[in-house]
């Protein structure tokens, strides 16, 4: 199939201003005669079922949590990017697509990351109205902080809560349309399949987790705004819940996946502590404002730690590697999350890795403590502050900047990181890949859409931070509420879409015997222990490190896994009550197929590109050696897809890769 990204014409920065200009619309009238299905309420769905009923259409929007508030865009702590130049530090809306381009490993569709970066500023005004609570500084104006990969401060915040403040924006904006009746919410709704009618979405099956009932619900469009699938990994920074389930239906029935192996392995996450745990914990990127990453760079003193027989504290500065000031001066503490990484993994293989098991490295704040209190000091006019009371200014500072963040490190590990370094390792913590969109946020099924993290396209290879919420938003507040009417507009005369068709009974029968096959099937191994297997083999072989043996090895063994599954799963329980294990033994079921086409997709990209080393193509000290080619899609299913090429000439600096001259024609 030829996929058509349908980008305008013209130069970048007029795009999307033009085309806004010319596509369909859809008065206001017909829009009361619209049906919208949103399954999803993160800030993607959130924001896009406030905004298209507020524009007049009729919404219905699916959550399998109790509460629009429950989604996982809750947990995001650092912040939102916008380029509104607020430090004066040279922000432009150009300097963020190009960051984020670039941050992508120049893997992103560049006319969609355009239009990010333009309508970046609207989203701040628009939260500000809401009643967001963004930290603001001394004057009073909205303040901003740096995140990795980028030269400028641009990343607005609310101390370490920013998605749970803005979730609560989109959620207020959701309640005054549910008050109105233009949104009908059905929580602790899965959407199990989506219908097509005619080659059209026409609606979905849910299945209300409560009683177990199977509903069937009927729209002129479908979106999808599920979130992303790093749950395949087992172990993640992901929600429990987060998963691929409605990414992976729509698949199956034609959406194509874009890709589906580029995951972001974020490089600030408490380490592994054994086998039996069932979640990672980040630790912000913000944190990497201050923090300093190190591990020692004697093996002794290695040794020693690991043994307890040295504390971290006791090595003097010219016993510390602080690798990343090391290898990148320009960015130090904040390179892209790739590049830092992959460069504590480095170490950490190397064997200077500072925990039992090997897989850590320092993120030490003694030094910002210190630059605080020396200048609070000196702000409060105290001379010659001795060194207690220099420790305790500079921890108020680091206190009121990232208290919360201290606070859950300090529960979860048990040790003080205002007196002792924390301990992080990278995690799996966010999918570029995702559902194939093209510029409208269409899938390759017509009427259904894709976005927030459930797409693919603004990411490339690795996403900035404060990147996704940026994109949940801009999708959500300001590009799907344009592009859907420009599809629609040919529904009006439509009418209401009956959900007493065969392909509604279709949907629903397979839904209907996927259910029963589970509670019946009483087999020998539980849904986790299938999970937890998929997700050790996933890690392992198609993880940061991957091989070409690796990744084939891995295809037959989720293959093999798979087929364990679908003869010896046992789910407790019955289908007609609250049952979370057959929920998530559907959505197992859906990672184990997902899995099998990640390895797929990781095997035929013959790179090393954002969190991920092909091992044929780095150095020995764990360097990117060479990038092959753009590959856009996933090789293994499509090729080939009519790209811009605005950046052709390019060096990437993080890696000194010599890679001068890209097209992408
Ligand atoms: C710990 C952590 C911290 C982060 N911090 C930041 C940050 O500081 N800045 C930043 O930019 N990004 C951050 N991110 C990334 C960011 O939070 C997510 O990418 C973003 O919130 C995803 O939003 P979303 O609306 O696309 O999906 P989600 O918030 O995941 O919402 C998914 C929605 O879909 C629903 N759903 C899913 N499947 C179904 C189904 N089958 N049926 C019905 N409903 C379904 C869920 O109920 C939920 O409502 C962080 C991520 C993590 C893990």
């Given at each position: ?98 960051d984020t381009v670039k941050g992508g490993d120049y893997r992103s569709r560049e ?37 990795g990969g ?80 790093g749950?395949v990994y ?23 996946f874009a890709n589906p192996c580029y995951t972001q392995i974020h490089p ?25 990453i190190?591990v ?27 690798y990343l000031?090391r290898r990148y001066p320009a960015f130090?503490?904040?390179v892209p999350r790739d590049v830092a990484s992959r460069a504590a993994k480095e170490r950490c293989d190397a064997g200077y890795g ?5 897989e850590?490295v ?63 390792y990278p995690a799996v913590h966010y999918t570029m890949g995702g ?21 693919f396209?603004d990411h490339g290879a690795n996403r900035l ?71 050790k083999i996933m890690w392992d072989k198609c993880g940061m490190s991957r091989n070409e043996a690796g990744l084939k090895e891995a295809i037959e063994e989720i ?35 997902l899995g099998e086409l990640f390895a797929k997709d990781a095997l035929v990209r013959e790179e090393s590109a954002g969190g991920h080393f092909r091992e044929e193509y780095q150095t020995e000290d764990g360097e990117a050696k060479r990038i092959k080619e753009f590959q856009f899609v996933s090789a293994w299913e499509y090729k080939g897809e009519?790209k811009?090429a605005?950046l052709h000439k390019e060096e990437l600096v993080y890696d000194n890769i010599e890679v001068k001259e890209r097209s992408y024609k």
């Amino acid at each position: 199939m030829a996929l058509d990204s349908k980008v305008p014409q013209g130069p970048i920065k007029d795009k999307w201003t033009d085309y806004k200009n010319h596509i369909d619309l859809v008065n206001p009238a017909n829009k009361r005669h619209i049906d919208v299905i949103v399954v999803g309420t993160g800030l993607a769905g959130g924001s896009a079922s406030a905004t298209l009923a507020e524009l007049g259409y009729n919404v219905k929007a699916f959550a399998y949590q109790d509460s629009p508030r429950r989604a996982h865009s809750i947990a995001a702590q650092g912040g939102i990017n916008a380029a509104k130049n607020y430090q004066g530090d040279g922000d432009s809306t150009y300097r963020l697509f190009y960051d984020t381009v670039k941050g992508g490993d120049y893997r992103s569709r560049e006319a969609n990351v355009y239009r990010l970066a333009e309508v970046s500023a609207n989203i701040i005004d628009q939260c500000v109205a809401q009643g967001v609570p963004f930290a603001r500084d001394y004057g009073g104006l909205l303040d901003n902080r740096s995140f990795g990969g980028v030269l400028v401060s641009r990343t607005f915040y609310a101390k370490g809560q920013t998605g749970q403040q803005l979730l609560l924006g989109a959620y207020s904006a959701m309640n005054r349309q549910i008050a109105r009746g233009k949104i009908e919410m059905f929580n602790r709704h899965e959407m199990l399949d989506v219908v097509v009618v005619d080659g059209k979405a026409r609606g979905i099956i849910a299945r209300n987790l409560v009683t177990g009932e199977i509903e069937r619900h009927s729209a002129h469009a479908v979106v999808i705004a599920s979130g992303g699938y790093g749950n395949v990994y087992f172990l993640s920074t992901n929600a429990m819940g987060s998963n691929v389930t409605a990414g992976w239906k729509i698949h199956k029935k034609g959406a194509h996946f874009a890709n589906p192996c580029y995951t972001q392995i974020h490089p600030t996450c408490i380490p592994r502590s054994g086998d039996y745990q069932s979640k990672l914990t980040l630790m912000s990127e913000s944190l990497r404002n201050d923090g300093r990453i190190w591990v020692p760079k004697n093996m002794e003193d290695v040794l020693a730690i690991r043994e307890g027989k040295k504390k971290p504290t006791d090595l003097s500065e010219a016993e510390r590697d602080y690798y990343l000031e090391r290898r990148y001066p320009a960015f130090g503490n904040l390179v892209p999350r790739d590049v830092a990484s992959r460069a504590a993994k480095e170490r950490c293989d190397a064997g200077y890795g500072v925990n039992a098991t090997g897989e850590a490295v320092y993120l030490d704040f003694a030094s910002a403590i210190i630059r605080y209190g020396n200048e609070q000091a000196k702000i409060k006019n105290i001379k010659n502050p001795s060194d207690t009371k220099v420790q305790e200014l500079g921890k108020a500072i680091v206190k009121a900047k990232y208290g919360n963040l201290f606070q859950m490190y300090e529960k979860i590990v048990d040790e003080n990181p205002y007196e002792t370094p924390m301990m992080i390792y990278p995690a799996v913590h966010y999918t570029m890949g995702g559902v194939w969109v093209d510029y409208n946020l269409m899938t390759t099924i017509p009427g259904c859409y894709a976005i927030g993290e459930a797409n693919f396209s603004d990411h490339g290879a690795n996403r900035l931070g404060a990147s996704a919420l940026m994109q949940g938003l801009a999708d959500g507040y300001f590009v799907l509420p344009y592009t859907i009417g420009d599809y629609l507009a040919d529904d009006i005369r439509t009418g209401k879409i009956s959900t007493d068709t065969p392909e509604f009974e279709a949907a629903e029968k397979e839904v209907s015997e996927r259910i029963e096959f589970f509670i019946n099937n009483k087999g020998t191994h539980s849904v986790d222990y299938y999970h937890k297997k998929l997700g050790k083999i996933m890690w392992d072989k198609c993880g940061m490190s991957r091989n070409e043996a690796g990744l084939k090895e891995a295809i037959e063994e989720i293959s093999a896994l798979r087929k364990d599954f679908w003869k010896n799963v046992n789910v407790p329980g019955t289908a007609t009550e609250y049952n979370e294990q057959l929920a998530k033994a559907g959505r197992v079921g859906d990672f184990l197929e997902l899995g099998e086409l990640f390895a797929k997709d990781a095997l035929v990209r013959e790179e090393s590109a954002g969190g991920h080393f092909r091992e044929e193509y780095q150095t020995e000290d764990g360097e990117a050696k060479r990038i092959k080619e753009f590959q856009f899609v996933s090789a293994w299913e499509y090729k080939g897809e009519p790209k811009d090429a605005v950046l052709h000439k390019e060096e990437l600096v993080y890696d000194n890769i010599e890679v001068k001259e890209r097209s992408y024609k």
